[in-house]
C-alpha cells in the first residue's frame, strides 16, 4: 500500500500546466514561456467504518503525496475527511488540511495535515454521507476562488452510500430515498459550479455503478474537448496502485503519463523518454526506501541539479527525503532522461520505479493549395503538427489521440466541413508522419475572401487553432508561379537550393516577396527576399534556403538531428500583396560530424593500405630472407688438382650467413661451423649460388658449378643443394628438373657481374 500515494504525487507534479490559450494565424512561430495556471482541487478522504485498516492507510498516503510536486506555487488544495453525523456532537465532514497555497511552506504543511484523517471508531459516526461530501467540496473549491481556474474534487472512497443512521435525513424508513435525492442535489450544485468529480474506487469491491453516477453528475467539460478528459470512475487495484492513481490523475488534468520499464533494485539505472512537446515535466521516483539517493541525466549525459536553472531548464525537486520523490523540469531537453539509484547495504531489497508526466504545447502550419484558387476549383488542405519552437515531430505516439477538426469558410457560401486525416489515404499521401490533410472543392458561386481554419485537440496538450486566408482568383492572375524546393537532409549552415518557376502575362512590373513562415525566427532564411519581374517575363529564378549555424539550435540539435517544418511563401506586393505559394518545406539537420565521422572512410581505406603494404612488406621480408638462408647447401674443399676433399651440408645462419671455419687445412681439410668464424656463405637472392664472405676479403660469387678460391691451397665449390623444395600448391604438377649438365639460373655460365652487384 505504500504505493498509494505515487499516483497523487505524479498528477499534482504537474496539476498547474493545463491550457494555454490558442494561437491563430499563419505566423511565425515565436520563442514561448510555458504558462502554469493555478488548479484548485480538493481530495475528500472516506473514512467510513466499510473500509479496511489497509483501504484508510492507502487513501491517507494518496493524500499526504498531493502537496509533493505542483509545479504552480499559486495552485491550492484542500483535504478533508469524511464520513457520517449520527447523533448530536458528530459532524459528517472532518476538515483538517484547510484551503492551502501550495508553495514550498505549503507543501510541508499538507504533509503533516493529513496525518489528522482517521478511521472512524462507532461513536464518532462510521455511516457514509456522500451529500455532505460533495457539498463540503464544492464550499471548499469555490468559496473565494478564480472561476477561471480548475476545480477538481477526488473522492477516494468504495462507492457505498450509508446514511441510514443519520437524523437530519430524517425518519429512518425514508432516509435512503432522502439520501440518493440529496446527493443528486449536491452533483447539481457541483455540475452548475463546473467542479468536476473523479471518483476513487477503493477496497475489495468497490461500488462502481454509484461512482460512475458521481462522475456523471459533476461538470462534464474537462481542460480539453476529449472523452479522456471527461470524469469517469476508476477501481484502484492494489498490485497497480501507483500506476492507476497516475493515469486518473493524468486524465484528471490532461496530462501525458508515460510509464518507465519494469523496476529494478538499486543500485540501477532506468531511461525515461520526455517528448519534444512537453513544456513542463515531472519525473516521478517511487523509490521503495527512503534511504535511496536519485540521481538525474539528461538526454546529453549532463547531471542535472534538483534545484534552480542548467542550460533553459529549471528543475525543482519535491519529496527527496521521502519514499516517492518527483524532479520538476520546466523546458525540458526532450528524449531518454537517466534515473540513476543507490543506496547503502540494507537499503537495496526494494524496487524503484520511475515515470513521467509532462504536458506540453503542440502547435500546427496550415496551407492550402492553391492558395488562390478560382470558384469551382479543389484545393487541398494540410496541417503539419509542429512543437511549439517550430520543429516536426517525429513519433506518432507524442499526438496519440489527436483530434483535427477543419472548415472552409469565405464569402458568399456556407461553411463546409474538411475531414483532415494523417492515414495515408485519399489526399494524404503519407501515414503517420505528423500531416494531416484534406481536398475540398470551393462553391462555384464563392467571391472574394476564404479562409481555411483547423483546431488540435489533446489530453496533456493545449489546443491551438491555425488558419490561412485567401482569396477567390478573378480569372487569370496577372502572374503564376511554381516553387521546386527539396526536401533536405543537410548539416547546420548548410544551403537548399530550389527553383521558382515564374510567368508574368501583365505588361506591367511585379515584385515578388519570398519569406518563411510557421517556423522560429532565424532557423531557416530564403534568398532572395524580393524578385522583380519584367513585363511579360517567363522563366526561373533560383531560391536559397539556408539553415541557421548550430549555435542557434543549441541542446536541441542531437545525434539524431531535428527536423524543421517551415512553409517558404510567396507574395505578389505588386498584386495586394496576393499569396502566390505556400509550400511546404521538410528539413532534416543533423550535428556537422566529427573528424572521425567525416573522414573515417579515407582513415579506413588508408589503414587497409598500410595493412596490405605491411603484409607485402613481411611476405617480402621473409621471402629475402628465405633467399638468403643457407640452409641444405653443400659445402666442398676443393684441392688444388680439383679433387673434392671433403663437403659439408650447411645450417641456418646468423642473419643468414653460415660462418665457417676450414680445420687442419694442411692435414685433413675439411669445414666446421664456427661462429664469427673466417668464412661465411649465404644463398644469392638474384640467383642460382652462394655469396662467400671473408674476414678483410669482400664478398665474391660462388657460382653452381666452378669453384672460387677459399685459401691459398683451398677451393670452395657447391655440391648437390639439399634444402626441402617450397611446398606446392595442390594439384600443381612439379617442376620438371633441369637434364645433368644443363646451366640453370644463377650458373656461371649464365651469371653476370650486376647479379652480385650489391655485395661489393
Known amino acids: ?36 495556471p493555478a488548479v484548485n482541487y480538493a481530495v475528500a478522504v472516506d473514512e467510513s467504518a466499510s473500509l479496511a485498516a489497509a483501504d484508510m492507510k492507502a487513501e491517507k498516503a494518496a493524500a499526504a503525496r498531493i502537496a509533493l510536486g505542483d509545479v504552480s506555487s499559486r495552485s ?50 462510521t455511516g457514509t454521507d456522500f451529500p455532505s461530501a460533495i457539498r463540503q467540496g464544492v464550499h471548499d473549491l469555490t ?20 446514511v441510514g443512521d443519520s ?34 474506487g477503493f477496497g475489495d469491491q468497490p461500488r462502481m455503478d454509484e461512482l460512475k453516477r458521481m462522475a456523471a453528475g459533476g461538470y462534464q467539460k474537462g481542460c480539453v474537448d476529449l472523452p479522456s478528459a471527461t470524469p469517469e470512475p476508476k477501481k484502484v487495484e492494489p498490485e497497480a496502485l501507483g500506476s492507476t492513481l497516475e493515469d486518473i490523475f493524468a486524465a484528471a488534468h490532461c496530462l501525458r503519463h508515460e510509464r518507465g520499464p519494469d523496476p529494478k533494485r538499486p543500485p540501477s539505472t532506468q531511461e525515461i523518454a520526455i517528448s519534444p512537446l512537453a513544456t513542463v515535466g515531472s519525473i516521478v521516483v517511487d523509490k521503495g526506501d527512503p534511504a535511496v539517493e536519485i540521481t538525474y541525466y539528461d538526454p546529453k549525459g549532463n547531471k542535472v541539479p534538483t534545484h534552480g536553472k542548467y542550460h533553459k531548464s529549471s528543475f525543482e525537486l519535491a519529496g527527496g527525503n521521502g519514499v516517492v520523490e518527483a524532479l520538476k523540469i520546466v523546458d525540458p531537453l526532450p528524449g531518454p532522461w537517466k534515473v540513476k539509484a543507490e543506496a547503502p547495504e540494507g537499503h537495496r531489497s526494494l524496487p524503484v520505479s520511475v515515470s513521467v508526466l509532462w504536458q506540453g504545447e503542440l502547435r500546427g502550419a496550415i496551407t492550402m493549395d492553391p492558395p488562390s484558387p478560382q470558384a469551382g476549383d479543389e484545393v487541398k488542405v494540410t496541417m503539419r503538427l509542429q512543437t511549439r519552437e517550430g520543429y516536426q515531430i517525429k513519433d506518432p505516439r507524442d499526438y496519440d489521440g489527436l483530434r483535427v477538426r477543419s472548415a472552409l469558410t469565405g464569402d458568399g457560401f456556407t461553411p463546409l466541413k474538411l475531414d483532415l486525416t494523417d492515414d495515408g489515404k485519399a489526399a494524404d499521401p503519407t501515414a503517420s508522419d505528423g500531416s494531416f490533410t484534406g481536398s475540398v472543392r470551393v462553391p462555384k458561386d464563392a467571391a472574394g475572401a476564404l479562409k481555411v481554419s483547423a483546431t488540435l485537440t489533446a489530453a496533456g496538450l493545449s489546443a491551438d487553432t491555425r488558419s490561412e486566408t485567401g482569396e477567390v482568383a478573378p480569372g487569370q492572375l496577372p502572374v503564376t508561379t511554381s516553387l521546386d524546393l527539396p526536401a533536405a537532409d543537410v548539416h547546420p549552415g548548410a544551403r537548399i537550393s530550389g527553383t521558382l518557376a515564374v510567368h508574368n502575362t501583365s505588361g506591367t512590373a511585379h515584385t515578388l516577396r519570398l519569406a518563411v513562415a510557421d517556423l522560429q ?13 519584367a513585363p511579360g517575363e517567363s522563366g526561373t529564378r533560383k531560391v536559397t534556403v ?17 527536423r524543421l517544418a517551415g512553409t517558404v511563401t510567396v507574395a505578389d506586393t505588386t498584386d495586394h500583396d496576393r499569396t502566390l505559394v505556400r509550400s511546404p518545406l521538410s528539413v532534416r539537420v543533423t550535428p556537422e560530424p566529427g573528424f572521425w565521422d567525416k573522414h573515417k572512410w579515407v582513415i579506413l581505406g588508408a589503414a587497409a593500405l598500410l595493412v596490405v603494404l605491411a603484409l607485402v612488406t613481411v611476405a617480402w621480408v621473409r621471402q629475402r630472407r628465405r633467399a638468403k638462408d643457407p640452409y641444405g647447401l653443400t659445402l666442398q674443399l676443393v684441392a688444388e688438382d680439383g679433387s673434392v676433399l671433403s663437403e659439408h651440408q650447411a645450417g641456418h645462419g646468423q642473419k643468414q650467413w653460415y660462418e665457417f671455419t676450414v680445420a687442419e687445412p694442411h692435414r685433413s681439410p675439411r669445414i666446421e661451423r664456427r661462429p664469427h668464424g673466417p668464412y661465411a656463405v649465404q644463398r644469392n637472392p638474384k640467383g642460382g649460388g652462394a655469396v662467400l664472405r671473408k674476414k678483410g676479403g669482400g664478398r665474391s660469387p660462388v657460382p653452381v658449378r666452378g669453384p672460387v678460391p677459399l685459401t691459398e691451397t683451398l677451393q670452395l665449390a657447391l655440391g648437390e643443394d639439399r634444402r626441402p623444395p617450397k611446398q606446392k600448391r595442390r594439384g600443381q604438377p612439379p617442376r620438371p628438373r633441369p637434364e645433368p649438365g644443363t646451366p640453370g639460373p644463377g ?14
Open 1 to 36: 500500500m505504500r504505493r498509494a500515494a505515487v499516483a497523487v504525487l505524479a498528477g499534482a507534479a504537474l496539476s498547474g500546466a493545463l491550457l494555454a490559450p490558442p494561437g491563430h494565424g499563419p505566423v511565425p512561430v515565436a520563442e514561448t514561456t510555458p504558462a502554469f
Open 76 to 125: 491550492h488544495v484542500t483535504v478533508f475527511g469524511f464520513a457520517a453525523a449520527e447523533s448530536d456532537g458528530q459532524r459528517a465532514v472532518d476538515p483538517v488540511c484547510p484551503r492551502t497555497a501550495l508553495d514550498a511552506a505549503g507543501r510541508d504543511t499538507i504533509g503533516s495535515c493529513v496525518t489528522k484523517l482517521r478511521g472512524r471508531e462507532k461513536s464518532q459516526g
Open 143 to 162: 468559496d473565494g476562488t478564480d472561476p477561471s481556474q480548475p476545480r477538481v474534487l477526488f473522492l477516494l472512497t468504495d462507492g457505498y452510500m450509508d
Open 167 to 200: 437524523p437530519k435525513y430524517g425518519d429512518p424508513a425514508h432516509r435512503d430515498d432522502e439520501g440518493d435525492r440529496q446527493l443528486g442535489l449536491a452533483l447539481k450544485e457541483a455540475r452548475d459550479k463546473h467542479v468536476q468529480v473523479w471518483p476513487l
Open 521 to 533: 525566427p532565424g532557423l531557416l532564411s530564403v534568398s532572395p527576399a524580393r524578385i522583380t519581374l
Open 546 to 562: 539556408e539553415v541557421a549555424p548550430a549555435g542557434v539550435f543549441g541542446d536541441r540539435l542531437g545525434d539524431d538531428g531535428l
Open 747 to 760: 650458373t656461371a655460365e649464365s651469371s653476370t657481374p650486376g647479379a652480385y652487384s650489391s655485395y661489393e
